[in-house]
C-alpha cells in the first residue's frame, strides 16, 4: 500500500546497487525508460486514497522514476513513483554532486502564478502603485498574521520606493463577519479612494467595527473563487513578481530577501 510521509521533511539519497540494476532481457539495449509508460489516470488510480487530483507526469531526471505533480491538502506538491509502481517517494531529493534540492526546486515551480491572472483594481495598495516591483497579497481583514504582517509590510515600503504592495480582500470561512468587512474594504476603495480603503483595513485589524459595504458588487466572490483556481488557502499569502507563492507571515527582512531571490 502507498504510503505519502511528511512532505519536504528529511533526504532521499539514491545509491546504484546490482539488487536495483535492470536486466538485459528485460529492457534490451536501449534506454531503460523506453519500455515504461504512466500516465494521469494510472497515477490518480494508485494515489487515489492520498491526493485530490494528479494535475501532471512525467519521466524524472532521477533514473528509474516518474514526477508526479498533485494536489494535497490544497497546494500542488512534487511526488515520485517508481518504475514498479509499488512505491510512492514524498521527501526531498537532492543531487549529491551540487547539493541542488530538486524536490524544493519543483515545489517552488509548479506553485507559479500567472500575474495576469490576477486583477488589481479592487486591490489595496501599501506604497506607490507605480512601483516596479509588486507583491501581490491576499489577506483577511480579521486574520490575526495579517494584522502582524502590516507593520512589516509598512517598514518595506519605507526602505524600498520601488517595491508596493497590492492587498485582494480574501476573507477565510473561518472568520465569518471577514466577508463583509471585506466588501465594505473593496467598496471603500472602488467608490472612494485607497486611503480611506487602508483605514479600513487598519481599522478592522486593530478589531474596530467597519460601516456596512457602501455598494454592490461581487469582486469579494470573485477573489475567493480565483484564490481557490490558484491552490490558495490561507492568510496572509504573497506573491512575488515572479510568480513565487510565499504563504505565512513574513518579517520585512525575510520579505526583501525573497525578493532578491527572484527568478527569471
Given at each position: 500500500?502507498?504510503?505519502?510521509?511528511?512532505?519536504?521533511?528529511?533526504?532521499?539519497?539514491?545509491?546504484?546497487?546490482?539488487?536495483?540494476?535492470?536486466?538485459?532481457?528485460?529492457?534490451?539495449?536501449?534506454?531503460?525508460?523506453?519500455?515504461?509508460?504512466?500516465?494521469?489516470?494510472?497515477?490518480?488510480?494508485?494515489?487515489?486514497?492520498?491526493?485530490?487530483?494528479?494535475?501532471?507526469?512525467?519521466?524524472?531526471?532521477?533514473?528509474?522514476?516518474?514526477?508526479?505533480?498533485?494536489?494535497?491538502?490544497?497546494?500542488?506538491?512534487?511526488?515520485?513513483?517508481?518504475?514498479?509502481?509499488?512505491?510512492?517517494?514524498?521527501?526531498?531529493?537532492?543531487?549529491?554532486?551540487?547539493?541542488?534540492?530538486?524536490?524544493?526546486?519543483?515545489?517552488?515551480?509548479?506553485?507559479?502564478?500567472?500575474?495576469?491572472?490576477?486583477?488589481?483594481?479592487?486591490?489595496?495598495?501599501?506604497?506607490?502603485?507605480?512601483?516596479?516591483?509588486?507583491?501581490?497579497?491576499?489577506?483577511?481583514?480579521?486574520?490575526?498574521?495579517?494584522?502582524?504582517?502590516?507593520?512589516?509590510?509598512?517598514?518595506?515600503?519605507?526602505?524600498?520606493?520601488?517595491?508596493?504592495?497590492f492587498i485582494k480582500m480574501f476573507p477565510l470561512a473561518m472568520h465569518?463577519?471577514?466577508?463583509?468587512?471585506?466588501?465594505?474594504?473593496?467598496?471603500?476603495?472602488?467608490?472612494?479612494?485607497?486611503?480611506?480603503?487602508?483605514?479600513?483595513?487598519?481599522?478592522?485589524?486593530?478589531?474596530?467595527?467597519?460601516?456596512?459595504?457602501?455598494?454592490?458588487?461581487?469582486?469579494?466572490?470573485?477573489?475567493?473563487?480565483?484564490?481557490?483556481?490558484?491552490?490558495?488557502?490561507?492568510?496572509?499569502?504573497?506573491?512575488?513578481?515572479?510568480?513565487?507563492?510565499?504563504?505565512?507571515?513574513?518579517?520585512?527582512?525575510?520579505?526583501?530577501?525573497?525578493?532578491?531571490?527572484?527568478?527569471?
Amino acid at each position: 500500500m502507498l504510503k505519502i510521509n511528511s512532505f519536504l521533511f528529511g533526504c532521499l539519497f539514491l545509491a546504484s546497487s546490482p539488487a536495483l540494476a535492470f536486466q538485459a532481457d528485460g529492457c534490451g539495449a536501449g534506454a531503460c525508460r523506453d519500455c515504461h509508460t504512466l500516465n494521469k489516470k494510472e497515477a490518480a488510480i494508485l494515489l487515489q486514497d492520498k491526493v485530490t487530483e494528479v494535475v501532471d507526469v512525467k519521466l524524472s531526471q532521477v533514473p528509474g522514476l516518474w514526477d508526479v505533480e498533485a494536489i494535497y491538502q490544497g497546494r500542488k506538491v512534487p511526488l515520485y513513483i517508481d518504475f514498479s509502481k509499488q512505491y510512492l517517494i514524498s521527501g526531498n531529493i537532492v543531487k549529491l554532486d551540487s547539493g541542488e534540492n530538486l524536490t524544493q526546486k519543483s515545489f517552488v515551480n509548479m506553485n507559479k502564478v500567472d500575474l495576469s491572472r490576477i486583477p488589481l483594481d479592487d486591490a489595496v495598495i501599501i506604497g506607490n502603485p507605480a512601483a516596479p516591483r509588486k507583491i501581490i497579497v491576499f489577506d483577511d481583514p480579521e486574520c490575526s498574521y495579517c494584522r502582524k504582517i502590516h507593520p512589516e509590510m509598512e517598514k518595506v515600503v519605507a526602505q524600498h520606493d520601488d517595491i508596493a504592495f497590492f492587498i485582494k480582500m480574501f476573507p477565510l470561512a473561518m472568520h465569518p463577519a471577514a466577508y463583509d468587512k471585506a466588501k465594505a474594504i473593496v467598496c471603500a476603495k472602488i467608490e472612494s479612494s485607497n486611503d480611506r480603503a487602508l483605514t479600513f483595513l487598519s481599522d478592522s485589524l486593530s478589531g474596530k467595527k467597519l460601516p456596512a459595504p457602501g455598494c454592490e458588487n461581487d469582486q469579494v466572490d470573485k477573489n475567493i473563487a480565483l484564490a481557490k483556481e490558484l491552490h490558495i488557502n490561507s492568510t496572509p499569502t504573497l506573491i512575488m513578481p515572479d510568480g513565487r507563492v510565499l504563504p505565512g507571515y513574513k518579517g520585512a527582512d525575510k520579505i526583501v530577501e525573497a525578493m532578491d531571490l527572484e527568478q527569471p
